[in-house]
């Protein structure tokens, strides 16, 4: 899905993979079991997810401070039926998103002014340079404390 950016907002770029949503056993990932709650099955994947709940709530707390100048992006390199249906778990219903969709098709949306949330270590967020500012999960989940 596609969208057509109000440039006078402030957008946040929200990761999928290992920052949504963490995958018990899978691609090597460390669980970190204090920072998530629940499980839910993925029939695509084949193995348990973990949702990171407490990063959703931060992303909702900071859309509903300021819901008329702010919008939340979900976006994933995985393919855009598993970006809808992470979406769908954390904000259907809640939150309005701005846009949802594979990175690749987004890329050329993010403004210097825009933010995002990403899992990546420091030394892997090349391609997140061209945000404002790139949060971890634990760092929005503390900034919005």
């Not at 460390?30 to 099955?41: A, F, G, Q």
């Amino acid at each position: 899905m596609m969208f057509a950016p109000n440039t006078s907002t402030k957008r946040l770029y929200v990761d999928v993979d290992e920052t949504l949503v963490f995958h018990d056993g899978c691609c090597g990932s460390e669980i970190v079991l204090s920072d998530v709650d629940e499980e839910i099955w993925d029939f695509d994947f084949n193995h348990a997810l973990i949702k990171n709940f407490p990063l959703a709530d931060a992303v909702i707390r900071w859309q509903r401070e300021d819901p008329e100048e702010r919008e939340v992006i979900v976006w994933s390199a995985n393919h855009e039926e598993w970006v809808v249906k992470a979406a769908n778990i954390f904000f259907k219903g809640i939150i309005p998103l701005a846009g949802i969709g594979r990175k690749n098709e987004l890329y050329g949306t993010v403004r210097p002014c825009d933010s995002a949330i990403d899992d990546r270590p420091q030394d892997m967020r090349w391609y997140l340079d061209q945000f404002g500012a790139v949060f971890s999960p634990d760092e929005f989940i503390k900034l919005m404390e």
